[in-house]
């Protein structure tokens, strides 16, 4: 009896040429191309129903949208991105510490990193800013927050920043292979040498796509400014499209001010797919 092992269909001559796998499967190819219609036709039925003139008028008003420059880039997008560089920059700083303390050997500084870092990231963004607005003024009534509404959103988004960035610095942090640590260690450097000559180094590259998706987050989340009240001068661009819709009683600058975060995010994003892409390739 010949084993069916040897002589099953999965025994192939080498000498024929690979078989499509597409033309194999011709029903599948045909309900692939029956959804995309039918999708494509709900689409198109959808759009044709829509009012485009009153859209237009509403949203794509050509003479309100000119007359917000150059207003709209030289004081809300240049607030904007104080804002978020500030923000950024405190929640870098506050992020190393914690990033230290949950990976230090004592149990206290681990625990108090993960009580912040835990209920920082559970907690919405717009509490905090509340908290900083209003909280902080009520705690401590002889304390001013330095810089005014600028110091209060870099300390607001520092706060929700730092949370994060220590998470991503940790991880970092521990995806440096051991042997890099234990070959610092052996030629005599101490932990904190080790920290920041070897380890931090070569941690910041992988850190660099999700600090880069951080900091469009940021930029996104300083819209909640308007919460902490502001004058004309310190307004940015989500309270700047805002107070103008109001007033023109039409929606065509929260529409610009859109297009200007997509101006900042779009080619941040692509930045940081990038360097994945490439972090990957050097893996």
């Not at 689409?43 to 794509?60: E, K, T, V």
């Not at 420059?69 to 104080?82: D, E, G, K, R, S």
């Not at 002889?142 to 929700?160: C, D, H, N, S």
């Not at 300083?222 to 004309?232: K, T």
């Amino acid at each position: 009896m010949t084993d069916p092992a040897v002589t099953g269909p999965a025994v192939t001559d080498p000498a024929l040429p690979p078989r499509d796998p597409v033309r194999l499967r011709p029903g599948r190819r045909l309900v692939r191309y029956t959804v995309h219609g039918v999708i494509l036709a709900g689409l198109l039925a959808l759009l044709s129903q829509a009012d485009w003139a009153q859209l237009g008028r509403q949203f794509a008003q050509p003479d309100l949208a000119r007359s917000l420059f150059p207003q709209i880039l030289t004081v809300a997008l240049v607030n904007t991105l104080i804002y978020t560089l500030s923000g950024f920059a405190c929640g870098l700083s506050l992020g190393l510490v914690l990033a230290v303390m949950r990976l230090s050997r004592i149990r206290v500084y681990r625990a108090v990193a993960l009580i912040y870092i835990e209920i920082l990231r559970g907690l919405p963004a717009l509490l905090i800013f509340i908290f900083v607005g209003v909280g902080v003024p009520l705690a401590f009534p002889g304390v001013q927050i330095p810089g005014g509404t600028y110091g209060k959103v870099a300390l607001a988004l520092g706060l929700i920043s730092a949370a994060y960035v220590a998470e991503t610095v940790r991880a970092g942090i521990q995806a440096v292979p051991r042997g890099q640590v234990d070959a610092a260690k052996s030629i005599g450097m101490t932990d904190a040498a080790a920290m920041r000559w070897i380890i931090l180094p070569e941690a910041i590259r992988m850190m660099i796509p999700p600090l880069t998706n951080e900091f469009v987050l940021l930029f996104k989340d300083s819209s909640l400014v308007l919460f902490l009240g502001v004058v004309l001068s310190e307004r940015e661009l989500a309270k700047f499209g805002r107070d103008l819709a109001a007033t023109s009683a039409n929606t065509t600058p929260i529409v610009v001010a859109g297009l200007c975060y997509l101006i900042i995010t779009l080619p941040l994003g692509y930045l940081a797919r990038r360097l994945e892409k490439r972090l990957h390739k050097e893996k």
